[in-house]
C-alpha cells in the first residue's frame, strides 16, 4: 500500500517515479485507503473545537488569492497548541488532481476554554497546477472547495468559492483534436458553432431514432427546429466528443462545400 510500490528500488541505478503527484498522503487520500496515522495528525493532552469559519470572498480573482478565518477553541482542561490545517479540492479540473491538497497551515497555542480566530492567506498557487500544454501554472474559472481540520482525514469544517481566472491562455486546439476539444475549448467553440449545428443536423437524419425523425416530419419546413444532439442518442455523442473533428468530416466530406482539412485549417486560422 504504497504508491512507489511498482517502481522501487527500479532498475540498476535508476528509479521511475511513476506515482506522479499521487506521493505521501495524496496517494492514500485518492484511494479512500484508512491509515493509521493520516498526514497532518497529532497527538495532544487536549481537545480542539472549531467552528466560524469564514471566507474573505465566495468570489475572487486568483490574483486576488483568499483569506481564511477560523475559530479554534480548546475543549479539554490542558493548554496546549493546535496546527489548523486548510486543504484545497478543485472541482472541475481539466487534468488530473488529488482530492485534497494542502495550501497552508498555522499553529496555534490555547489555554483551557479558550478561543482563537486563525486566519491563513491563500494565494494564486494555492489554487493552480502545472499545465503541461501551456508549459506554465494555471488557476481554472469554477468552484474551490476550502477545507479545514485537523488532519488530511479529520476535516472540522469547508466552504466553497468560485474562482476567475486572469491569466490569458492560447488555444491548444489542433487538426487532430476531438469534437469534445472544440466544444470544451472557450474561443474554439464560439468558431466552431456554426459548423457544429450543421453537423448535428446531418448525423441526426443519418443516426437519430425513428420516433425524432416522425416528429420532425410532421412540421413543415418554416417551423422545423434546429437539429438537437440528443436526437443522435447519449451513446452516439458520447462516441463523437471523443472522435477527432477531422474524422468526422471525412466521414460527411461529399456534403462539405470544402475538403475537410481545408475546413479544419480554416477554424484554426481563426483562434
Not at 51 to 78: I, P
Not at 88 to 101: F, G, S, W
Not at 232 to 256: C, K, N, V, Y
Amino acid at each position: 500500500d504504497t504508491p512507489a510500490y511498482l517502481n522501487f528500488p527500479g532498475d540498476k541505478d535508476q528509479v521511475r517515479y511513476g506515482e506522479g503527484l499521487y506521493i505521501g498522503y495524496r496517494y492514500y487520500d485518492a484511494k479512500a485507503l484508512t491509515v493509521r496515522f493520516p498526514f497532518g495528525f497529532g497527538l495532544s493532552y487536549t481537545t480542539f473545537a472549531y467552528s466560524n469559519l469564514r471566507l474573505s470572498s465566495t468570489q475572487f480573482k486568483d490574483s486576488d488569492g483568499l483569506t481564511v478565518s477560523v475559530d479554534v477553541t480548546n475543549t479539554g482542561a490542558l493548554a496546549g497548541k493546535e496546527v489548523v490545517q486548510v486543504y484545497v479540492h478543485d472541482q472541475q479540473a481539466k487534468l488530473a488532481r488529488p482530492p485534497k491538497e494542502l495550501k497552508g497551515f498555522a499553529k496555534v497555542m490555547l489555554q483551557p476554554g479558550e478561543t482563537k480566530t486563525v486566519t491563513i492567506g491563500l494565494d494564486f498557487r494555492a489554487f493552480a497546477y502545472y499545465h503541461p500544454g501551456h508549459d506554465q501554472w494555471i488557476a481554472e474559472d469554477g468552484d474551490f472547495d476550502i477545507l479545514v481540520g485537523a488532519s488530511v482525514a479529520d476535516i472540522r469544517c469547508q466552504a466553497t468559492a468560485t474562482l476567475t481566472s486572469t491569466v490569458e491562455l492560447s488555444s491548444l486546439l489542433n487538426r487532430h483534436s476531438t469534437i469534445g476539444d472544440w466544444l470544451e475549448d472557450p474561443r474554439g467553440r464560439v468558431v466552431f458553432a456554426p459548423l457544429y449545428e450543421q453537423m448535428m443536423a446531418g448525423l441526426s437524419t443519418m443516426f437519430g431514432s425513428e420516433e425524432h425523425d416522425s416528429q420532425h416530419d410532421s412540421k413543415s419546413e418554416t417551423q422545423a427546429e434546429p437539429a438537437e444532439p440528443d436526437a443522435i442518442g447519449m451513446d452516439m455523442m458520447g462516441f463523437l466528443r471523443q472522435t477527432p473533428l477531422l474524422s468526422i468530416l471525412h466521414f460527411q466530406e461529399s456534403a462539405l462545400p470544402a475538403p475537410a482539412d481545408a475546413i479544419v485549417d480554416g477554424l484554426l486560422a481563426q483562434l
